[in-house]
């Protein structure tokens, strides 16, 4: 589940910018000697979120604790601009997303759509904080439906990403398409360089496990699928 | 790209007659300006609803309550909120809340409102952490949120001022914008997944876009009666929302995290007058 490497990755970063900005001080209180105006911007924020307990200490869902998940790895660090990227970090975004992906072993399969349907309209999971969703209790779901439009005579859904209504209509359910699909599933920057969806399956962490997008693939796939009979 | 340009022109003088002015104005009149100035926007227009309770907002019950708990004379040191100083003197509300955060001599730091108004009530009135009036951040019923409501709309109409003029408030605000744009989190959200483009829904709620002032004044017009939640709300309280929905780390309060994007938020609705306070759904 919880990827070591990438968060290893950027603690060693942190360190180093911990180095740069200066914060270990004689008295060993950091706050009231540290110079929050010799930091850089970008070192001031990493400051806040790591040295100012801002956060709860609390377990993640994924393994690992909030500085695990608040620590940012490449991808992430790559796509914290405004806007679109330039052409070189999408190429190097795209690259970085390639290298990490892995098709399950025996191919991609599609599940019950009756469950996609149910996974891509829940938001529940991986919340933290005042109210800590239990994994325990609930499956995650895919959060699909905030953004995107699968069958708009079930609720109102989301514009933030493009419809998918009828998508497997038009392109049916080829080996090529299936693979397509579960690599933007799985890590959508392969093809959409800092798009605004998550990974849901990357070197960073599984968010979904391969059953769960096994049914929401059908769910956008299946013939038999109320998506694909607009 | 020609009806932008006409529409942005009276636009613009209103904004501007109104910044100049600084004058209080009732909140429902900020909001019916906004509206014409922007018969386009699909987040300031989403709720006929919401728009229609505007007069009757229940906001408005906890402004009457707050001024009650801003003059009594409280906790253990029995003494009203009149000797806290918002950054325009003590006992000075008028305009107070829409030049926050800012930097504050006696504590060497930038704070954001809530934070101000926590350590008045501890370090004047003497309450301690644990003391429910300092405890209790969210709901109609706490003190936090009638002074809070009551406090705010004594900067009804006017312009966001956050002033810059200390290094520090520069910083913050700075470091604010770098966190509004950090991809982090377990599913790789920033505060622009939602707020970077206009007339986008995350479900049934259209977002209202950051670059977009007029749009943006509303979004940081908090406090606000939230329909959905049948409670007024605070700039905090939407942050902690929007993290815990974005999936980081659970955010605590009075912590800089707040404060500089507060200060970054409030900066961005610079020049345009606050709804204080408002109503969302």
Not at chain 1, 79 to 88: I, K, N, V, Y
Not at chain 2, 37 to 61: R, V
Request: glycine fraction near 10%; proline fraction near 5%; charge should be negative.
């Amino acid at each position: 589940m919880f990827k070591k490497n990438a968060v290893a990755a950027g603690m060693v970063a942190f360190a180093s910018l911990s180095l740069a900005a200066g914060f270990a001080v004689a008295d060993g209180s950091k706050d009231a000697d540290v110079d929050i105006t010799a930091m850089s911007a970008e070192e001031l924020a990493e400051y806040l979120i790591f040295e100012t307990d801002s956060f709860r200490d609390q377990e993640m869902q994924e393994g690992g604790g909030w500085r695990d998940r608040m620590t940012q790895d490449d991808i992430q660090k790559a796509c914290s601009m405004e806007g679109s990227p330039d052409g070189e970090t999408a190429g190097r975004v795209v690259a970085l997303a390639r290298a990490s992906y892995e098709r399950p072993e025996g191919g991609v399969q599609l599940g019950d759509w009756r469950k996609g349907a149910v996974l891509a309209d829940s938001g529940f999971g991986y919340r933290q904080g005042h109210n800590t969703d239990d994994h325990g209790q609930r499956e995650p779901g895919g959060n699909c439906y905030n953004c995107h439009v699968f069958d708009s005579r079930v609720s109102v859904q989301g514009t933030v990403g493009p419809s998918l209504e009828n998508y497997g209509a038009t392109r049916g359910t080829s080996e090529a398409i299936l693979n397509y699909v579960h690599e933007i599933i799985s890590n959508p920057h392969q093809y959409f360089p800092c798009t605004e969806m998550p990974r849901f399956n990357s070197d960073r962490h599984q968010l979904l496990t391969d059953e769960q997008i096994s049914h929401i693939m059908a769910y956008l796939l299946d013939p038999e699928s109320p998506v694909n009979n607009q | 790209m020609f009806k932008k340009a006409l529409l942005a022109l009276p636009v613009a003088m209103a904004v501007g007659a109104a910044a100049q002015a600084g004058e209080w104005q009732d909140p429902n009149d900020v909001l019916q300006n906004l509206l014409q100035n922007n018969p386009d926007s699909k987040y300031l227009h989403q709720s006929e609803m919401n728009i229609m309770m505007m007069p009757d907002n229940p906001a408005l019950w906890l402004v009457e309550e707050g001024e009650d708990l801003f003059y009594a004379e409280r906790g253990p040191n029995n003494v009203s909120l009149e000797g806290c100083d918002f950054g325009k003197g003590p006992g000075e509300l008028d305009g107070a809340y829409v030049e926050l955060p800012r930097y504050f001599e006696d504590t060497g730091k930038v704070m954001d409102f809530e934070m101000r108004l926590v350590h008045c009530m501890k370090e004047l009135q003497g309450f301690s952490s644990d003391d429910a009036a300092v405890a209790q951040r969210h709901g109609n019923g706490s003190d936090i949120m009638k002074l809070t409501t009551y406090i705010a709309h004594q900067s009804s109409g006017m312009a966001w001022n956050p002033p810059l003029d200390h290094p520090k408030e520069q910083a913050m605000r700075d470091a604010g914008e770098v966190l509004f744009f950090r991809r982090g989190g377990a599913m790789d959200f920033n505060c622009a997944s939602c707020h970077g483009d206009s007339g986008k829904q995350i479900r049934a709620s259209v977002l209202p876009e950051m670059r977009d002032g007029q749009e943006w004044t509303k979004a940081v017009s908090w406090p606000a009666h939230r329909a959905g939640h049948d409670n007024v709300r605070s700039q905090n309280h939407r942050i902690r929302g929007c993290v815990w929905q974005m999936r980081h780390a659970g955010i605590k309060p009075d912590t800089p995290v707040n404060t500089a994007l507060i200060s970054f938020w409030n900066d961005a609705a610079r020049g345009e007058p606050a709804i204080l306070p408002d109503l969302k759904r």
